[in-house]
């Protein structure tokens, strides 16, 4: 954890099943949507003793396809997020031992493969990572990540065939005055 980080504002705590803590809901979504083969499902549930949103599967790379992913839209009320004030992303996540990736779409993202993304390693107890924006890369997309107009964020397996096993417990922005 960067020495002196907080969190400024809190995206989800998984408490409620129904809507995350800025009034979205986060969906499921996997390279089917363009003809991929990959299979996965994402629930809540209790994991290790936290309330959490589970994302599970089997990536495939066949058919031009290759991962799964749980996804939350921050512009709810159509106006996109303003993280420019915040140093990066807080996530708290508790895992197969795999990699993942922690995705970012801003309004500068109008293809579907376009996105800014940090990767994650995940083990069996839970671990908070502070990604730092500095940390995202562009994606399929030549522009810079402008963290002051954030549309979506997701959680996901990506470009590694096989199963997949990560849970999501915490989700937050986060300030380091010393960065």
């Not at 908070?128 to 924006?133: K, M, N, R, V």
Request: aromatic residues 8%; contains cysteine.
């Amino acid at each position: 954890m960067p020495v002196h980080a907080k969190e400024t504002l809190l995206i989800d705590d998984f408490g409620d099943v129904q809507r995350a803590s800025n009034g979205g809901q986060w969906q499921y979504f996997s390279d089917r949507v363009m003809g991929g083969v990959s299979e996965g499902a994402a629930g809540h549930g209790l994991v290790n003793g936290r309330s959490a949103l589970q994302l599970s599967g089997i990536v495939s790379l066949e058919n031009n396809g290759g991962f799964i992913q749980v996804a939350l839209d921050l512009d709810v009320g159509g106006k996109p997020l303003d993280a420019g004030a915040a140093s990066g992303i807080a996530v708290c996540v508790c895992g197969d031992g795999g990699s993942y990736a922690l995705n970012l779409r801003t309004a500068d993202t109008q293809r579907p493969w376009q996105s800014y993304r940090s990767h994650i390693d995940s083990c069996g107890e839970w671990t908070t990572h502070y990604l730092s924006f500095e940390t995202f890369t562009p994606h399929r997309i030549d522009k810079p990540l402008d963290r002051s107009r954030l549309r979506r964020v997701g959680l996901i397996a990506i470009g590694e065939p096989g199963t997949a096993g990560v849970a999501i417990s915490r989700l937050a922005l986060y300030s380091d005055p010393s960065s």
